[in-house]
């Protein structure tokens, strides 16, 4: 009788671990493949062009290793303009994004009015049709307001892009606030703006950071907006500055694979902000425990 | 002087009301009980005293001022709620001090304030912590500390002991006690709990659906219920009901199956119709042949100091009798029970109860 059950509850251990090492398998699998071209990148931004082409796969070594490629990107053409320029759109868009999503999203889900569920519903529109469906109507008006070949132009596209699904998840999310905690603010005396920034931002901080890093890759990345509204050489950003590099004839992969490699560095300097704000628990014991 | 009037005080949410004309006033320093089945409109009722909940109809005035349109920050009050709301990112000093910082207060009399009301609830050696490092009983506490500093008109209680467990909510009871005892402050006080209701209240406000079934001090709606609700509502376990008919009027009535019974009311309610009611408290247990009407023992529950014996009388639901912890009653065994006429509640068929030709001896 014992023996049967210990050998069913080994059977169970086994099982659950066996579990365990099947999904950490698979994780583990995704994360090199999705590392590889990364690392590649990385890797081969330290080689000479012969080194590149020769054996792409192998680590720098005493023969290939070389340094040119940073040379050149930090050294010919504006690079770090453009980088300044990718930095300024994307701190600039997110932060607006948040501001104005965090507002729209605690309206949404804090105050009874006639058009909230309208409202809702036209943000969830803005997540199902994509931004560039309306390129050339955005390109015509921002030549009415002057402002193509600016970097206010992207600011305001991309605002535009990331606040449906930002002012969506967060309004769900603050549903999901205590509603006692703000009341006990209003019995407090704070006005309804004060509330929300000393009472929900703090409470919201985790979720903030989530939309942060989601909304701030797409915008680093982008390529279309940047070629289509602000191609001149003081606004270009850095997806689009690599293109210099790019000659009809020659690539100057070196260059090339050093700008990518250092573009990624901002994506990762924020990430890490913004993930030490993931860490949740910060909501703990501010209602039931 | 009446401190908190509520005028005909109605509340709808879009087109519908669920508070339907309440009428209520409080004196100054009193312990005011608002309880109820959950859904029937307490905390609507108390966040429109706050100020959190627009009024639909009527005047919620406070001292002698009209509060309606009144933000809840100049109307005195302060609020404890159930879920205790302290803001996270504060530690428990600046948990109790927000509010007055937030009004400007000058830091020496912030305090002076936070230490006094920590001493009064021995939060002293916590004032340091953040809420996540308190236990749930800390955290009441600190919510009731941070209600005590702001020294408030009136104190509002929103279930403020419904997330504790059972022992914990009994020891904060005695200090929610003790702490009017010591502020004589006015407090208004919901829960859906009816002991927390009679061992608090100065008078407790019966609702149900919106209204005010009856208002009174909780021995006056132990003895003396308006209605079958009440009497239902208040008493643990709830008072037994049997139906009833009429013998000839003047309060003598017959349930199936047992001898006349004479109640003591007033009028002389004289329809087929009726209830009556009788507490498992005062119910005497008597040999079958003595008894006013006799049934079998189906349950005995033995809790040690009492023991409630569930009888078989032939009506739907169990008839509960409390006996004494050592009744030698055992289940499948006749008794005979046995009415005194006194502990007896008769009650129209609306559910209007009879008023007793005598009012009980405890109650002026
Ligand atoms: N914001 C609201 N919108 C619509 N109906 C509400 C709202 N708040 C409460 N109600 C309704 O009002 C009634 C009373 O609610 P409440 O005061 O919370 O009851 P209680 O506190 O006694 O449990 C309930 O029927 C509830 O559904
Ligand atoms: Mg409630």
């Known amino acids: 009788m014992s023996t049967v059950d210990t050998t069913r509850a080994r059977r169970g251990r086994m099982g659950r671990i066996g579990t365990a ?15 590889f071209p990364v690392l590649i990148v990385v890797m081969n931004s330290f080689k000479n062009r012969r080194g590149i082409f020769t054996e792409p796969l192998a680590l720098p070594g ?17 690079f770090l303009l453009y980088y300044g320029n990718s930095l300024i759109v994307t701190v600039v868009s997110l932060f607006l994004i948040l501001l104005l999503g965090a507002m729209a999203a605690h309206a949404l889900s804090e105050y009874r009015f006639k058009l909230n569920a309208l409202l809702s519903i036209y943000m969830i529109l803005g997540i199902m049709v994509p931004i560039r469906l309306g390129t050339v109507a955005i390109l015509q008006l921002m030549v009415d307001l002057n402002l193509v070949n600016t970097l206010i132009s992207l600011i305001l596209v991309y605002t535009a892009q990331g606040l449906p699904i930002a002012v969506f998840i967060l309004t769900e999310f603050m549903r999901t606030l205590s509603r006692d905690i703000k009341d006990c603010a209003r019995v407090d005396g704070l006005s309804e703006y004060r509330i929300f920034f000393e009472v929900v931002v703090p409470l919201i901080r985790p979720v903030l950071a989530t939309v942060a890093v989601f909304s701030m ?3 680093w990345n982008d390529l279309w907006f940047p070629l289509i509204l602000a191609s ?13 590099f790019i000659g009809q004839y020659t690539v100057n992969w070196s260059a090339v694979l050093a700008s990518l490699s250092i573009a990624i560095l901002p994506v990762l300097v924020l990430y890490a902000i913004f993930s030490r704000q993931l860490i949740s628990g910060i909501t703990a014991g501010a209602v039931k425990g | 002087m009446a401190q908190l009037v509520l005028n005909d005080v109605r509340k709808r949410f879009g087109k519908t009301e669920v508070i339907h004309g309440v009428d209520l006033e409080v004196k100054d320093g009193e312990f005011v009980v608002f309880v109820g089945p959950s859904g029937c409109g307490k905390s609507t009722l108390l966040r429109m005293i706050a100020g959190l909940e627009e009024v639909s109809g009527g005047d919620v005035i406070i001292g002698d001022e009209r509060m309606n349109e009144i933000a809840p920050s100049d109307r005195g009050i302060a609020m ?8 996270p990112h504060k530690d428990v000093y600046g948990n109790m001090a927000f509010a007055l910082r937030h009004a400007g207060e000058d830091k020496k009399v912030i305090d002076e304030r936070v230490r006094k009301a920590a001493d009064i609830l021995g939060l002293e050696p916590l004032l340091k912590r953040r809420p996540k490092e308190l236990s749930g009983g800390q955290r009441q506490r600190v919510a009731i500390g941070r209600a005590i500093v702001r020294d408030p008109a009136i104190f509002l209680f929103d279930e403020p002991l419904s997330n504790l467990d059972a022992a914990l909510r009994v020891q904060m009871r005695v200090e929610i006690l ?7 402050t006015t407090m208004v006080y919901v829960t859906h709990d009816q002991v927390e209701a009679m061992t608090l209240a100065d008078r407790i406000v019966v609702l149900r659906d919106g209204r005010i079934e009856q208002v009174g001090t909780p021995l006056e709606l132990y003895h003396h219920p308006q209605n079958q609700f009440v009497a239902g509502f208040i008493g643990s376990p709830k008072m037994n009901f049997l139906p009833a008919r009429s013998e000839g009027g003047s309060g003598r009535v017959t349930v199936p199956g047992s001898d006349p019974i004479d109640v003591p009311v007033k009028g002389s309610p004289d329809v087929s119709d009726l209830t009556l009611g009788i507490r498992p408290e005062h119910v005497g247990i008597v040999p079958p042949d003595q008894g ?67 009012r009980h001896s405890l109650i002026a």
Do not use: W
């Open chain 1, 21 to 35: 090492a099947g999904v950490h398998a698979v994780l583990l699998g995704y994360t090199l493949i999705a590392i």
């Open chain 2, 178 to 184: 003790r702490l009017h005892q010591q502020l004589k």
């Open chain 1, 232 to 244: 001149s050489d003081a606004t270009k950003t850095v997806t689009l500055g690599v293109q210099q």
């Open chain 2, 292 to 358: 006013t009407i006799t049934g079998e023992v189906m349950v005995a529950e033995r809790l040690g100091g009492e023991t409630y014996l569930h009888v078989d009388l032939g009506a739907d639901d169990p008839f509960v009798v409390k006996a004494d912890g050592s009744a030698a009653q055992k289940s499948g065994e006749r008794i005979g029970l046995r009415f005194p006429p006194e502990a007896l509640h008769l009650f129209a068929k609306d559910g209007a109860a009879f008023e007793h030709r005598e």
């Open chain 2, 80 to 87: 404890v709620f159930q879920s205790y709301a302290l803001y």
């Open chain 1, 217 to 219: 890759i797409p915008i």
């Open chain 1, 62 to 78: 005493p023969e290939t290793f070389s340094a040119e490629g940073y040379a050149t990107v930090l050294t010919e053409g504006n």
